[in-house]
């Protein structure tokens, strides 16, 4: 395959009718959330594009960004379309389907998807590939990783203001001599 993504929103009546559909050959695949090498975590969440690392710090006033990636580790190719999903605290984001075929260890990834800013607090983002049960794979069970972060509120900005020290005739004091405190 190439690697190219596509991304295609789902709706209800996209699942209506669907059967499993089975691989060309004897064997078959077996979708999964992958964590390629370099990357620090399956699901990468930063505050900046082209990383493949985690932010130190996220705050609600960033705009994050996501990274995933899904491999086939199974023995045979996948020739029909399936779907994989981001969750982001229980709600459908978005979904992508890789294109075909998906040969026994291809992979697909998705980098920098904008999941906008997130409220200060913990939320949990979840990858599931396979999403419609669609294709039958030698291991169902390893379709959905889920992780969370720690959004932080902002840091608060020093407020400036000009003040009076006791002595001065005002806050600003316009004189011709250095020393003076008074206008």
Request: no cysteine; glycine share 8%.
């Amino acid at each position: 395959s190439d690697g190219e993504t596509k991304k295609r929103s789902l709706h209800a009546d996209d699942i209506a009718g669907i059967s499993y559909l089975y691989p060309d050959r004897g064997e078959p695949p077996n979708l999964t959330p992958y964590q390629p090498a370099g990357w620090g975590n399956v699901i990468v969440v930063a505050a900046a594009k082209g990383t493949a690392a985690d932010g130190a710090t996220l705050y609600s006033s960033d705009t994050l960004y996501v990274d995933w990636a899904v491999k086939n580790r199974g023995e045979g190719k996948v020739t029909a379309r399936f779907y994989t999903a981001l969750y982001v605290d229980g709600e459908l984001l978005e979904s992508w389907y890789p294109s075909l075929p998906f040969m026994a260890g291809d992979i697909t990834q998705v980098n920098d998807y904008s999941i906008g800013s997130l409220s200060p607090g913990v939320h949990t983002l979840q990858i599931v590939t396979d999403m419609l049960g669609a294709i039958q794979e030698s291991d169902e069970s390893d379709n959905v990783y889920s992780r969370t972060v720690t959004v932080a509120a902002p840091p608060l900005l020093p407020n400036l203001v000009p003040s009076k020290p006791a002595g001065w005739s005002d806050r600003i004091v316009v004189a011709s001599a250095a020393g003076t405190t008074t206008s």
